[in-house]
């Protein structure tokens, strides 16, 4: 399974207050498939029982509602391991239409989203618990995601944050981490690469970043991945799903034609 059991201890490792609730690794509705981003939310309640509902659920919708509720503070709760209903519809490159929750996590941070104040701790807290989560998961700042951005359902959270400018912090602290351990020394080491050319770690990791880069724009884009205009703001796995429904419908109707014409159901 490849459910986030090292939650509690990533976030610790990043220098960040957490609070380990009874049974989390066991709580969830089924095992994660793969992990590929965070997506954020604001619980909009704003109190400190917020979290009840996000462990417990509501009448329609049981518990646990996310893995993670992030506190005025900036204290991490962790009340899940497991799947959470969180994510709803939506979309969002390299993620699955419809069927986030089985593969990204969820921090549900307490704010009314009616205007509350964001605390600069819990700002803070915000980005390194995601870039601690983005780093852990091999993943960079573009899969971490705002619920207003991914869903299909008019969600506005979290309000009134601006996802892009998030972003652009979430990757700087996941590329200038102390809590991973060396990096910078390991950066400088060189190796021979394909063209039996010697460069260093952070040269080929720079191209690599770049190029991944590159392709995610062609299959989503221009950033943050939201489609193409040529393709009537589809991503390319969304324009060819598009395409073979046409297909799908045009052979239904060349087939009904040719019925029609001999009387006989096409082959
Ligand atoms: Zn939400």
Redesign the pocket.
Known sequence: MADPLWLADVLRAEGLKVIEHDGWKNRGHGDFLDIRGVLC?HTAGGGVNDWRVVQDGRSDLPGPLAQLVLERDGTFRVIAAGVCW?AGRGSWPGWPTNNANYHVIGIEAVNDGRGQEWPAVQLDAYKRGSAAILRKAGRGANDCVG?KEYSSEG?I?PFPIDMVAFRRDVQALITNSTASGGADVALEETFVNYRGNTVTLGTAVRFIDQHVNEIREQLGGPKPFNGWPQLGGKTMVDAIADTNRKLDDLTTAVNALVAASTGKPAA
């Open positions: 939310h969180h619920h969600k959270d």
